[in-house]
């Protein structure tokens, strides 16, 4: 018995919990923030605003993620997709809204649309390790999704850290996707702007982080991010006081600011090896990358390749996804650059009506 | 009615060039490399300390731990 171990164990539930619980303090809160500012406007408040906004099945339930399933709205005809978010992050960013969701946009285009929806790794986490995702869960998810359809292969969507896993998967993996889209994915990651600068091994060390803390909670991964905006907050309370008339707008903010605020905790050991071996390391585009004990090779990525670059990302600047261009085998490769910011690449109204309409374009002609 | 209306203050230019002001001058307090390393420091002191505890902690179960398993 070790009896120090279960204390641990029952610390990584707890921040489990206390996880959950903050996302769903941070929701209250906006919506009391947003009613107030409503009423500095003489208008009442909005309508609650749940997470997801398109309904889906659960195909499955694995101890790392789920895998949703959002069927295309022509039955039996859908082309299978799977979409890869963060690790860290829910993946709702790409289903705010009904009006403003980019699941149910490629739904309308025939796509039938599977998520892998990550969970919090709670005690496992320290344990965790990239080949647990890079060849387990998405692989996994992968083979199941293309034996649901007589389309075949799934095209498999990278959105974030999350771009960069299937970068990784589909290097190892070359037979098990039709075609790879990626949105804002960091490649040659000392290229990533201020978060690399942020993560420079002479001041910070994932390792002492990770040996205290176990996994790594989203409080301290925000902070990160805070720092490359530090006024952000202000200026979104004022934007919201100032456009709390527009009911629209509204909604739209505390759909966004809530999803902010929802995230899993970074599973330890992947956080180590993250930091370590892409942030500080570099290797994947030095082509030095093991999972496992094993190389990644980037050459042997050769599914056809869509790489959405967004001109104002600040947490993967655009010269970072660019790398990856000439890293790759495969043969049909574009880049696609377009003006907004990383988040605005799947929560914008510009984004809904001029990108994603090219990309699901780009993805039709695969099959 | 409107008891206040925040759009004449917040669509003003004196307030719009105060709001980017701040914000340039607070991203470039925080990428100074004097703040980075002060952070830096802070936060891996804390850390030790974290870890120290946690050793310390971990080492007064061992007699009970011994006492439970005694392989």
Redesign the interface.
């Known amino acids: ?4 171990n279960e ?1 641990r164990t029952l610390g990584l539930q707890l921040a489990d919990t206390m996880d959950t619980l903050v996302a769903h303090g941070a929701r209250t809160r906006l919506h009391a923030q947003a009613a107030f500012a409503r ?4 208008k009442g408040p909005i309508d609650f605003v749940t997470g997801p906004a398109t309904p889906y099945r659960v195909l499955e339930d694995w101890p790392l993620a789920r895998l949703l399933n959002f069927p295309s709205a022509k039955p039996g005809a859908g082309k299978p997709l799977l979409i890869v978010a963060s690790l860290i992050n829910r993946y709702y960013v790409m289903d705010l809204l009904p009006e403003l969701s980019v699941i149910a946009l490629l739904n309308r285009r025939g796509f039938d649309v599977y998520v892998l929806d990550w969970k919090s790794p709670g005690p496992d986490g320290p344990d965790l390790g990239f080949a647990d995702y890079v060849d387990g869960v998405i692989p996994t998810a992968a083979k199941l999704v293309a034996a649901r359809h007589a389309a075949g292969l799934p095209a498999v969507i990278g959105y974030c850290m999350g771009g960069t896993l299937s970068v990784m998967f589909a290097a190892r993996h070359a037979d098990k996707l039709r075609a790879l889209i990626l949105l804002g994915t960091p490649v040659e990651f000392r290229l990533s702007g ?1 978060l690399y ?2 993560t420079d091994r002479r ?3 994932a390792d ?2 990770m ?2 803390l176990g996994n790594m909670p989203p409080f301290m991964m925000q902070s990160g991010f805070k ?6 907050a ?2 979104k309370l ?2 919201l ?2 456009d709390a ?1 527009d009911g629209e707008r509204v909604r739209h903010f505390v759909a966004l600011e809530s999803w902010l605020d929802d995230n899993v905790a970074f599973p330890g050991g992947v956080y180590r090896e993250y930091i370590r071996a892409l942030y500080q390391d570099d290797l994947l585009c030095k082509r030095t990358m093991r999972i496992a004990g094993t190389p990644v090779d980037l050459g042997k990525l050769v599914a056809p390749l869509l790489n959405v670059i967004a001109l104002r990302d600040h947490i993967c600047a655009p010269p970072a996804s660019r790398a990856l261009m000439p890293l790759v085998g495969s043969k049909e490769k574009e880049a696609m650059e377009f003006d907004t910011g990383h988040i605005g690449l799947t929560t914008s109204r510009r984004s809904l009506a001029e990108l994603w309409p090219r990309i699901a374009d780009w993805m039709e002609q695969r099959w | ?7 004449s203050i ?2 003003q230019p004196w307030f719009q060039a105060w ?1 980017r002001a ?2 340039d001058s ?2 470039a ?3 100074d490399p004097r703040v ?2 002060l952070g ?1 420091g802070l936060l ?1 002191s804390q ?2 300390w ?2 120290a505890l ?1 050793n310390a ?2 080492a007064s ?1 061992a007699p ?2 011994a006492l ?2 005694p392989e």
Request: no cysteine.
């Open positions: 018995m070790q009896t120090h204390w009423l500095l406007h003489g201020e600068n942020l001041r910070f060390d002492l982080l040996d205290v720092l490359l905006n530090p006024f952000d202000v200026n004022v934007s006081v100032r008339g | 009615m409107v008891p206040f209306d925040f759009t917040a669509a709001q701040a914000a607070m991203a307090a925080a990428r980075m390393r830096a891996r850390l030790l974290g870890r946690q902690w971990q179960w009970i731990d439970a398993d």
